[in-house]
């Protein structure tokens, strides 16, 4: 939970991964929900089990135990392939960008992200 409240309240989409903050954060978790009813803000919950938070999700996405880091990779290589990236927040705040764009170009393609987490290209695009 690195976000504040009000981060989550006003967000016009979640992606909840690594946590479970209906049980977590029970109280903190009605941000997510008024987030879904306000401003039909959907809930993605990317996790290896289901939890509470996922049964409250718009959509979840099972990925293998371990395959946490070739997922966000995988969710990368969609976003740089369609240039959705914010490149000005890249530009002033980021650095080494440019070599993860390209590592992840090159050895994260959507068949070796899928074979690393076990979450299909499809699925892994929607959620980009």
């Known amino acids: ?70 997922l966000l990779f995988g969710m990368l290589y969609h976003i740089f392939k369609n240039g959705w990236e914010d490149k000005q927040y890249i530009n002033d705040r980021l650095y080494g960008m440019e070599k993860v764009r390209e590592d992840v170009m090159a050895k994260w393609t959507p068949d070796k992200v899928e074979e690393a987490c076990g979450v299909p290209e499809a699925q892994m695009a929607k959620i980009a």
């Open 1 to 70: 939970m690195t976000n504040g409240w009000t981060d989550i309240k006003n967000a016009d989409v979640i992606l909840a991964m690594g946590g479970n903050p209906a049980e977590n954060h029970p109280v903190g978790f009605k941000w997510f929900v008024e987030a879904q009813k306000t401003r039909n803000a959907p809930l993605v919950v990317v996790a290896p089990r289901f939890t509470r938070t996922a049964a409250k999700a718009d959509q979840y996405i099972r990925f293998r135990s371990g395959g946490d880091i070739p």
